[in-house]
């Protein structure tokens, strides 16, 4: 059996044989794992003097391009000294057993690159237990020298939020979509942003991605008014070319260097780590609620009752709290 001491070492020498054993370790549910973990995380606590890696989410329909992004971009930062991690938040994928990045063949050069590593979204639990995973993945990831991660998400529920809340920059990347088409657009994701690229402007498309850029532009200046901290820019990209992958970069560094100017970068970085302790903590008493005697014993009634009208939803959630027994 592999010490906590000698896991925290190799995942500091990004002995990847160790880091995926560690990361293993982190999505496991088995109580002795996790406690295993908590360990380990606290042993790769960083210095408080170590570099601050770059968290940058990805979101977007399903053949957006993300994957044709994300190699693009990743070699992108790889030709500038960085070490890259990508992972995904795919709770769909608790599922169907498959999972966005399951197959890496969409992201060739950068899973054979030794400056890369790529890890497909934990298949098991609920959004919150592949929320967590993927936060301690990326303490992992950081303590064995990755400085930029990617956190790749489709809009499935809540992943969206989930992700924009474990990361500095949160992308969107999306298709050249003008005037009614815009409405297709959750506005959500919108509020989320922070950089918004339309990606396949090539061939026959660039004209129509920029108008649409522009269009996009302005649908977003009604979110952030004149006088906010930041102002998503709307970029126009071809990840299948690599045609504006560096400002897409460029757009990153200056959204980060701005909030850090501002201070809000470490306000931000701690309130998630609020935010995080109270999510777990939402999280577990949900699951003890749920896995208690007394509510297992009346769950199926009760449940019954509100299907047929006979108890109120207010009233059936009273019933059930009643009968958790507070273990
Ligand atoms: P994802 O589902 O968002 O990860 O999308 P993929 O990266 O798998 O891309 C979906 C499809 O769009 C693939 O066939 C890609 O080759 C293609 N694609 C991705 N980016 C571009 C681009 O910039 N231009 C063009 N023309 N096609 C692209």
Not at 187 to 203: F, I, Q, S, W
Not at 242 to 249: L, M, R
Request: aromatic residues 4%; proline residues 4%.
């Amino acid at each position: 059996m592999i010490t906590v001491a000698e896991l925290a070492e190799g995942v500091r020498a990004d002995k990847r044989a160790v880091l995926a054993r560690a990361i293993t370790l982190v999505e496991s549910r088995r109580p002795d794992h996790q406690a295993l973990a908590q360990q380990l995380l606290l042993a790769l606590t960083p210095a408080p003097d170590a570099p601050i890696a770059t968290r940058v989410g990805i979101t977007g329909v399903p053949g957006v391009g993300k994957s044709t992004t994300i190699e693009a971009l990743g070699n992108h930062l790889i030709s500038l000294g960085h070490k890259v991690a990508v992972l995904a938040v795919d709770p769909s994928s608790t599922r169907s057993g498959g999972s966005i990045l399951g197959d890496k063949t969409r992201m060739g050069t950068l899973a054979v690159n030794p400056r890369a590593y790529i890890r497909p979204s934990p298949t098991s639990g609920t959004l919150g237990g592949v929320a967590k995973a993927t936060r301690e993945t990326i303490v992992l990831l950081e303590a064995a020298g990755f400085d930029v991660i990617l956190v790749e998400t489709v809009g499935v529920g809540q992943s969206e939020v989930t992700v924009a809340n474990m990361v500095d920059t949160f992308t969107f990347l999306t298709l050249a979509r003008t005037g009614d088409q815009l409405q297709g657009i959750k506005k959500g994701v919108l509020e989320l942003a922070d950089v918004v690229a339309v990606n396949k402007a090539d061939g026959d498309h660039i004209v129509e991605a920029r108008v649409a850029a522009r269009e996009l532009s302005s649908a977003l200046r009604l979110i952030h008014p004149r006088g906010s901290l930041w102002r998503p820019p709307v970029l126009t990209q071809s990840a299948i070319e690599g045609t504006g992958i560096p400002e897409f970069w460029d757009a990153v560094i200056r959204h980060r260097t701005t909030l850090q100017e501002a201070g809000e970068f470490d306000r931000r970085r701690r309130q998630q780590q609020v935010d995080w302790t109270w999510t777990m903590v939402r999280d577990t008493v949900l699951s003890r609620v749920e896995q208690s005697d007394g509510v297992r014993s009346v769950r199926s009634g009760v449940e019954a009752a509100v299907q047929d009208g006979s108890l109120t939803p207010a009233l059936a959630a009273q019933r059930l709290l009643d009968a958790f027994d507070g273990r």
